[in-house]
């Protein structure tokens, strides 16, 4: 169905239809907007249904449908308002019907930003802005502002905050700061999955700390990520750490990463690489013996909290563990093993090495060489081995010729 004939019948039939939400606040930012949901008033559930026999309702508590426009799968809701009844995501009462309007929808929202509308026309008609609270223009000032203290009705909505403000570059202005604050109580029961969510989000952001750091202006990264705040104050030599405690070069380390890769697993293998500082005892800072194992530990608690993907705790606990080693080998044999490790992760290697590389400043040359090592490693195989050799003696060979492949390089390199 093309959106002409979407706008048409839902005017025929007396109601108003508008595009909300992140559609309207990125085409304002000028970024291309994705996932175009709309929202309608005026017309009852029964009635759209007539209209458009092959939307499917996919809202439980009030309604929502999927229907194709333009070729693309859309979402479309009848606008609503919410009455806080209970604590947390479900405790809402949602009353949805042909005198709620699309402005009383757009009050109910989170921040200005997200409380857009674009009322569309038959017949080509320019589309109307509709920006009760200012969304434009705090768009243009790159502001994250909550559209009332409703704000604090959802807790999870001060994790978003936090993240749209790393995805955008934006500043929260400070009494949002505060009604994130006044989420902090009911955060403490919310749902898990909804704040690994908004973390994914965050990771995947062009600044993934300014998430962690809005969470720690409003008073909440502690209760939220006990993990990441325990890293605050953690004090390391400064030789090897000037940018300051463990936080900082933690957050420091996530955004150069991110800069340097687009894969969530190994931007979160970043986050957490360093996470053992925080249980360093006070009297040993500011070194921190052992924190490779500890860190092992730490995330094993987390993930027993939070449920992480297999395939992000596999690639984290590899980084954990050989973050400190891995640029500081001198075996032949343990660096042929080590590389051989790094070549089984899911995740590529390349990636994986921008966390060494952001870690210690430089990387030896079996991991700047590591494309063109590994390569000739694995051609390396049982087929290849001499015919007199049988079961063990058939590994050592190849680790044999491994190992000859390492020092053929190294010596290239000392050359």
């Not at 009852?44 to 194709?68: N, T, W, Y």
């Not at 979160?268 to 500082?277: E, R, S, T």
């Not at 195989?381 to 050799?389: C, H, I, R, V």
Request: glycine share 8%; hydrophobic share 40%.
């Amino acid at each position: 169905m093309k959106e002409s004939e979407l706008v048409r019948q839902i005017h025929m039939a007396g109601g108003r239809i508008a595009v909300v939400g992140g559609w309207v606040r990125d085409s304002l930012r000028g970024v291309e907007p994705k996932d175009k949901d709309y929202v309608i008033s005026g017309v009852g559930e029964d009635e759209f249904i007539s209209l458009f026999p092959e939307a499917q309702k996919v809202g439980r508590s009030f309604p929502v449908f999927l229907l194709r426009v333009n070729g693309e799968a859309s979402e479309i809701a009848f606008a609503r308002t919410e009455r806080k009844t209970g604590k947390g995501y479900r405790g809402f009462c949602v009353q949805s019907n042909i005198d709620v309007t699309i402005e009383d929808d757009l009050s109910r929202r989170d921040t200005t930003i997200n409380a857009m509308a674009l009322e569309l026309f038959e017949d080509g008609a320019t589309p109307q802005l509709i920006d009760l609270f200012s969304g434009e223009a705090d768009v243009e000032r790159g502001i994250i502002r909550a559209v009332s203290s409703c704000f604090t009705e959802d807790p999870v909505r001060a994790l978003r905050a936090a993240r749209q403000a790393a995805e955008f570059g934006y500043d929260i202005e400070p009494n949002t700061i505060r009604y994130m604050h006044l989420c902090r109580e009911e955060l403490e029961g919310e749902p898990q999955e909804r704040i690994f969510a908004e973390l994914s989000r965050a990771l995947a952001a062009p600044r993934p700390s300014v998430f962690f750091r809005s969470l720690l202006s409003a008073d909440l990264l502690d209760l939220i990520f006990p993990e990441i705040f325990a890293l605050i104050g953690k004090t390391q030599p400064k030789a090897f750490h000037p940018e300051g405690d463990a936080f900082e070069h933690t957050m420091a380390t996530v955004d150069a990463v991110a800069s340097r890769t687009e894969n969530l697993v190994v931007r979160f293998a970043a986050l957490v690489h360093d996470i053992g500082k925080g249980v360093t005892p006070e009297d040993l800072l500011p070194h921190h013996y052992g924190h490779e194992v500890k860190g092992l530990a730490v995330l094993e608690k987390w993930d027993s909290r939070m449920g992480f993907p297999k395939l992000w705790r596999r690639v984290a606990d590899f980084v954990i563990a050989e973050h400190m080693r891995a640029p500081r080998l001198k075996k032949a044999g343990k660096i042929v093993d080590f590389l051989i490790s790094l070549s089984k992760l899911p995740v590529p290697a390349r990636d994986v090495l921008q966390i060494f590389l952001v870690d210690h400043g430089d990387l030896p040359y079996y991991l700047e060489q590591y494309e063109a090592l590994i390569g000739k490693m694995l051609s390396v195989n049982g087929s290849d081995a001499p015919e007199n050799l049988q079961g063990q003696e058939i590994g050592a060979w190849i680790r044999a010729q491994r190992t000859r492949c390492l020092q053929e390089a190294r010596k290239d390199w000392s050359d």
